[in-house]
């Protein structure tokens, strides 16, 4: 499922690609192509083609002087790098000044290949019995880290129960939904009663462990051709250390993998009794997110049919 953008497009010439690849690399070169990648639903991402061996990279750009997301997203690219085998985008270069271009923007590494949405065009079935095998593996040494809290990786503090770090979100969530009036009387009185048990139900232990926190087809990037599809690796990382709950029903909200991924995944991480009803929870929280920053019918829908299911 794709989105309209939520922010404003960045217009980007070749004559700034050639002034922020002249900022970073401390040589000139000349721009050779600049294409639009898809996803980018709150930043302007190019593909920036240019004469050197580096090329290509991704350039992500924002309107928004000292962009807050954009610092973050460099800077959880250089903490998976440095702590993690997790395969991200190397970070290249950072300006947030809107100073040598008129937008704050960050240079990072060109993963070969498309998006799985875009690749499942063309992977065969074993392409796709391998790729998400290789998915969990990664997904599963992600999950072996551990942290000291549950929040930002960045942060120096946080919570040390998730119920008090994933409650304050979900309860966000809801009122703003609610305040859209765009989901039913009925269905926002099964979801309010939920809350009010959140504690007895989402009772699991678990440590801390890092995440992506958005893994879905646009954000798994895949390279090769029919038959020898291989995975180059995950793109827009959050960043956090969280429940890893949180982020199997993640993937599993767009159906992004399936059994094969949990075949391999539990080898590692066994499932606590009871994840297939606690994963309905969290799917409640990303659509209910969904519907506020996008306001689709088909995500009204959603957490419509999802609420109804709520005892």
Not at 133 to 162: K, M, Q
Not at 196 to 211: A, E, I, K, Q, W
Not at 238 to 250: C, K, Q, V
Request: glycine letters at 8%.
């Amino acid at each position: 499922m794709f989105d309209d953008p939520l922010n404003p497009p960045v217009e980007i010439t070749r004559d700034h690609a050639e002034t922020l690849l002249h900022e970073w690399l401390g040589e000139r070169v000349r721009c050779t192509g600049l294409r639009s990648l898809s996803g980018g639903c709150c930043y302007t991402v190019r593909e920036v083609l240019f004469d050197h061996p580096r090329s290509p990279v991704v350039l992500k750009a924002s309107h928004t002087r000292d962009d807050d997301g954009l610092r973050h997203q460099f800077r959880t690219l250089g903490f998976f790098e440095q702590h993690t085998s997790f395969p991200m985008p190397r970070p290249f270069h950072c300006d947030l000044s809107c100073g040598s271009v008129p937008f704050a923007f960050i240079v990072m590494e060109r993963l070969p290949g498309s998006n799985l949405g875009e690749a499942s065009a063309w992977m065969t079935p074993d392409d796709r019995v391998r790729v998400e095998r290789r998915i969990a593996e990664a997904v599963s040494e992600l999950h072996d880290h551990t942290g000291p809290h549950f929040g930002s990786i960045h942060a120096s503090a946080g919570r040390t129960r998730w119920i008090d770090y994933f409650r304050p979100k979900l309860e966000e969530n809801f009122t703003d939904v609610r305040d859209t009036g765009l989901v039913s009387a009925r269905s926002l009185d099964r979801i309010e009663k939920l809350l009010g048990r959140l504690d007895s139900l989402l009772d699991t232990p678990g440590p801390p462990v890092m995440v992506h926190g958005d893994i879905w087809a646009t954000n798994i990037i895949i390279s090769g051709s029919p038959g020898s599809a291989r995975l180059s690796g995950f793109v827009d990382g959050g960043g956090d250390y969280a429940h890893h709950e949180y982020e199997l029903a993640y993937l599993e909200v767009w159906q992004t993998v399936g059994p094969e991924f949990f075949s391999h995944y539990k080898l590692r991480h066994p499932l606590a009794d009871g994840y297939h009803d606690r994963k309905r929870i969290y799917w409640l929280n990303t659509l209910l997110l969904h519907v506020w920053l996008f306001r689709s019918q088909g995500y009204i829908d959603a957490v419509e049919r999802l609420a109804a299911r709520i005892p």
